[in-house]
């Protein structure tokens, strides 16, 4: 019997020995990955904008509210790749004092604007949300990018299409161009993680703008972008909303499709989440 006990306990040991040695390596292929995630971003980010559109101008257009942008984009009195443009300078230079952004779509922007100005000059129908760039938290999918929710098992995993509701922004005239940071798996009420580091609060930088939607409060509470998307469970958009100065809400559950969210929700919380 003592024979059998003993090599059960050996057993049990070799088998946690073993077990241990995968975790370790798993984790260490996850940091890996992080790490490589993180230095593509911080290597785009050394990119050229392609903006000619003069400060003073640069100025105007983040001042101006989304009817008013609408309203000059439709006269043709601004083009959609002039706000554009705009945005996508006042978001990498805000990333790098905070920490807000983790991705940046600004190639495929720039395209879809010039496409939304032509159809301008030939006098389309032009949507509700014409030419207006749009922040989209990171797990709300974005065709041909990663939706990492600051998790290194989701990175280099391009979506292969738009969430539902970026979908319909698009169909509105909306346009992504860039992700905003999480706290890892959407778990907590900052903006904090092992691939992106920590975002910081645009209105004192030794404090969170909170989460787990804080990339997106921290670039629309400095200016970064007019309009973001978000998700809510218990408070990942109203609590940086609070946070960060600016305004946020959770709509009724069902009412904004969660389809081609990335999140670590379990079943049934849907009926919970915005």
Avoid at 98 to 114: D, G, H, M, R, S
């Amino acid at each position: 019997r003592l024979q059998v006990v003993l090599l059960i306990i050996v057993g049990w040991l070799s088998w946690k020995l073993v077990q241990r040695a995968s975790t370790r390596k798993v984790q260490a292929q996850l940091r890996l990955k992080a790490q490589r995630k993180k230095a593509q971003r911080d290597e785009d980010m050394k990119r050229a904008i392609p903006c000619d559109v003069p400060e003073k101008m640069q100025a105007e257009i983040l001042s101006l509210t989304i009817p008013e942008l609408v309203s000059r984009m439709k006269a043709r009195k601004l083009t959609s790749v002039a706000v554009v443009s705009t945005y996508c300078v006042r978001a990498r230079a805000i990333t790098k004092k905070i920490n807000c952004v983790t991705e940046e779509f600004w190639t495929q922007a720039l395209e879809t604007a010039a496409e939304l100005d032509a159809k301008a000059a030939r006098g389309e129908e032009l949507g509700p949300l014409h030419g207006v760039p749009i922040s989209v938290k990171d797990s709300i999918n974005v065709k041909g990018f990663d939706s990492t929710a600051g998790s290194a098992a989701r990175c280099f995993d391009p979506s292969p299409a738009d969430a539902t509701i970026v979908a319909l922004l698009r169909k509105a005239g909306a346009i992504p161009f860039v992700h905003t940071n999480v706290s890892q798996c959407m778990m907590l009420p900052e903006s904090d993680n092992y691939v992106w580091g920590c975002s910081l609060n645009p209105w004192d930088n030794t404090r969170t703008p909170g989460g787990s939607s804080g990339g997106e409060s921290a670039l629309i509470g400095a200016g970064g972008s007019i309009l973001g998307l978000g998700t809510d469970i218990g408070g990942s958009i109203r609590i940086p909303a609070h946070f960060a100065g600016v305004a946020g809400f959770k709509p009724t559950p069902f009412r904004v499709s969660c389809q081609n969210l990335k999140s670590a929700r379990r079943v049934g919380m849907e009926q919970s989440m915005a």
